[in-house]
């Protein structure tokens, strides 16, 4: 560690948050603005039989209003990722129009847009659009999706699926494995659908140069040259060097503004057509209609043990769905993202996962923070604390029983699992053995069993939950293999200004992380500058050459480690500048502290004498070319794999079902740390919203495919008095491939909290034989299951 690298230091982002002066993209007003509204089905799948636009386009301050017939019903946007069926057959890919055009296929779809001189003046003429629709069967739920009689949602194909996969050993072996053991525990449940929720909605302006014959897009994205890649290259067929896209700051992502949506694209197409700059900006409603959803999977699995409680083997079949369409990371979440973890953190000999993805009549599904990693962790939660209860075996030994020995990944190698990936390093049982101590276990168990019998209405439990995931995705060859259509690098340029301050690029893009303070907490102390010489520039196509963004967990495992690339370099050329400059030879250098001495001399220049000798080069070395300013992709070599262990007490109330989370403790492993406040930040906020999915949060669709939570008073998201003061501690497993040992932990709060606080409900009620509970734990489900 240096004087920056591992200190708590404050945000520098905050002091513009705070004051009200962050700039967000419906903060924008350009000249000549308009405003966007469209719209939407009432149905989830109905035939459109005609559009009278006529009446709207005579209304107050309307600019134009459009549909599929006129022009942008060429359009669509794209999958990113493809999964191919198990018997070689192509991902089944649907066109995902701008506009529907002949067919609706999930409540929300747009059929129409709207554009007049204000927000007030769209939606009024949007009302005045006259949409007949043929309303057609629906089916929502993914395993009924697949049955022979269920309505299909496009009609090109002869089932519902869009793929099938499945990953691990043969499942006969499997099987046989799971006759054979001495017992085998079984679930099935469904991992609920969410919404994500971010602070500020999805928010899009376009401004055409028709001058220029380029475009600005203002949009609220985590990912800007990823859109652009997408929109120019596989949309609208606009050559790349004519759009600009600019992410200021973004009040939230979760995932959620990773992908390329079609009103992104229709505001881009609608500028040009109107040479006019257009903004639409979601409200609430609209969020949570047509924001690409998390989860819904339906599972059944079963776990096998042998007399000892190790883990035999492991068999799930999973429906997964998709949604409507297929958006673009979407087919990766419940396989690659997914299935791929199914080895947790224990030595499981044997494992099979089959998974069926569905297209529903719904909004479509992809990443929400943690992707893939919550469901398998939650599956293998669930069903190892299950077992435990079932064979009478404490959850703490039970998993004790099963981890895989500590591994640093140098001096043994990584971990090879039954589901191709290899985990870098860990030490499992560690992160468990200082979360039990930090709850008082024992203790705890002896004031639980008081609690039972004192008849107060009060009902202790204790949950465990310990968790591994991937971060940082792996080698673009890699994921391109396995269906990737773009590559998972990260691009870092370092820009030394003559007077010594310096100037960070980076494709990695803050929507809440605080990218501005910790990339630049490691920058000033590898250079050996202070922080505020250091400024982090991101989220602007024309500042930044290229980058993929940020979801995964992935930026300073991988944008990180791209800075260090060109921060190598500069440290390279500096000193071949100081060795002409002091008159040594540059294996005689050493540098600390910002200067370069040479070794046993008090001979020395500092960095900023350096750098403007760069530019200014009239005493310099023969034959180098001016400047210190360096570009490096760095393309991961492997995942990185965070864990650690999670442990809820909760305390329900016997009369009405009510679950209070007492004591939340967490110990994580997320490698070296950069900033422990930052990282204690995410880590609270991932839990928040695991005890959202665990306790409250919920998107219902009736049969028809109405949404039936799509508002605050029907969807309930975690408050404050929710939650407990959450205790946390880590221990440090470096990761061995990347320069900063960093493993990633924006994700690792909301795939270790779910399980460990459903495992604490039901612990609290394991006495009245309860073994599960379907999530969220609604009062009215916790009371019921006591009843029964």
């Not at 359009?75 to 890919?93: A, H, I, L, S, Y």
């Not at 929300?108 to 309303?135: M, N, S």
């Not at 990584?414 to 985990?423: D, E, F, K, N």
Request: aromatic share 8%; charged share 25%; hydrophobic share 40%.
């Amino acid at each position: 560690m240096g004087a920056f690298v591992g200190k708590p230091i404050k945000r520098r982002e905050d002091a513009r948050f705070l004051k009200g002066a962050g700039k967000y993209t419906d903060d924008l007003k350009l000249h000549g603005m308009t405003q966007l509204a469209f719209v939407r089905s009432p149905f989830a799948h109905a035939k459109i039989l005609s559009v009278d636009t006529s009446k709207a386009l005579q209304a107050k301050g309307v600019v134009a209003v459009y549909t599929a017939a006129d022009g942008c019903g060429e359009f669509g946007v794209p999958c990113g990722w493809q999964v191919d069926f198990k018997n070689g057959e192509t991902m089944r890919e649907p066109v995902h129009p701008l506009l529907a055009k002949d067919k609706i296929r999930h409540v929300g779809e747009a059929v129409a847009a709207v554009v007049a001189e204000t927000l007030e003046e769209a939606r009024d003429a949007a009302e005045l659009v006259e949409v007949d629709y043929d309303p057609l069967p629906a089916v929502t739920d993914p395993e009924k999706a697949m049955s022979k009689d269920a309505p299909l949602v496009h009609d090109q194909w002869e089932d519902n699926a869009a793929f099938d996969w499945c990953i691990g050993n043969d499942r006969a072996e499997v099987e046989a494995a799971l006759a054979g053991a001495h017992h085998v525990t079984e679930m099935e449940f469904r991992n609920q659908r969410l919404a994500p929720n971010a602070i500020e909605p999805r928010s899009y302006i376009s401004d055409y140069d028709v001058n220029a014959d380029k475009w600005t897009l203002y949009t609220s994205t985590q990912n800007p040259h990823l859109i652009r890649l997408l929109l120019c290259a596989f949309v609208l067929g606009i050559p790349e060097h004519k759009v600009r896209v600019v992410s200021h700051d973004v009040g939230g992502g979760f995932g959620s503004k990773i992908y390329h949506y079609t009103e992104e694209a229709l505001v881009t197409w609608i500028s040009r057509e109107i040479g006019r700059p257009v903004k639409w900006t979601a409200d609430r409603s609209e969020a949570f209609l047509t924001d690409a959803h998390g989860r819904d999977h339906m599972v059944r699995a079963k776990m096998g043990f042998d007399k000892e409680g190790k883990i035999l083997g492991i068999l799930s079949d999973e429906y997964c769905a998709m949604g409507a369409y297929l958006s673009t990371f979407a087919p990766a979440v419940p396989t690659y993202l997914h299935g791929t973890l199914f080895q947790g953190v224990y030595t499981t000999p044997l494992i099979h996962l089959n998974v069926t993805a569905p297209f529903t009549h719904t909004v479509p599904v992809d990443a929400y923070r943690g992707a893939g990693r919550p469901e398998a962790t939650y599956l293998l939660e669930r069903i190892i604390s299950k077992g435990a209860q079932e064979m009478g075996i404490d959850a703490a030994e039970i998993r004790f029983k099963n981890f895989i020995p500590p591994f640093d990944g140098v001096n043994q190698e990584g971990y090879q699992t039954q589901v191709a990936l290899q985990y870098d390093s860990g030490n499992y049982e560690a992160t468990l053995k200082r979360g039990l101590e930090m709850l008082g276990y024992e203790d705890f168990r002896k004031e639980q069993e008081k609690a039972r019998n004192n008849g107060n209405g009060k009902l202790l439990g204790v949950g465990i939950s310990t968790y591994i995931e991937g971060c940082g995705i792996a080698p673009s060859a890699v994921v391109g293999a396995l269906g990737a259509r773009a590559g998972l690098y990260e691009v870092g340029q370092v820009r030394v200004q003559p007077t010594g301050k310096v100037s960070v690029y980076t494709g990695a893009h803050s929507h809440g992380q605080g990218h501005e303070t910790v990339f630049a907490q490691f920058v000033a102390d590898a250079l050996g500058i202070p922080m505020d010489d250091v400024e982090i520039e991101h989220g602007d196509t024309e500042q930044v050459a290229f980058g993929m963004g940020t979801y995964g967990s992935r930026s300073l495992a991988v944008g990180g480690s791209a800075i260090i690339k060109s921060i190598e370099k500069i440290l390279e050329k500096g000193a071949k500048i100081a060795a002409h400059k002091l008159e040594a030879s540059e294996a005689d250098l050493e540098y600390a502290d910002g200067k370069w001495t040479v070794k046993g001399t008090d001979k020395s220049i500092s960095f900023g004498d350096v750098s403007l000798t760069a530019y200014v080069p009239h005493d310099y070395p023969e034959g180098l070319e001016p400047g210190l300013d360096f570009s490096s992709f760095y393309d991961p070599t492997n995942f990185t794999y965070p864990f650690g262990t999670h442990i809820a007490v909760v305390e329900v109330d016997k009369e009405t079902g009510k679950v209070d989370l007492k004591r939340f403790v967490a110990c994580d492993d997320v490698g070296n740390v950069m900033n422990p406040m930052i990282v204690d930040g995410q880590i609270h906020g991932g839990i928040a919203q695991g005890v959202g999915q665990a306790l409250l949060e919920e998107v219902i669709y009736d049969d028809q495919g109405q949404m039936i939570s799509g508002s605050y008073m029907d969807y309930a998201l975690p408050r404050a008095d929710d939650l407990p003061m959450i205790e946390t501690d880590r221990t440090v497993t470096p990761c061995p491939h990347n320069p900063l040992g960093v493993k990633g932990a924006g994700e690792a709060g909301a795939i270790g909290s779910t399980p460990a606080v459903v495992n604490a409900v039901v612990d609290a009620l394991s006495h009245l034989g309860v073994t599960d509970i379907q999530m969220p734990l609604t009062p009215q489900r916790v009371w019921k299951a006591m009843q029964n």
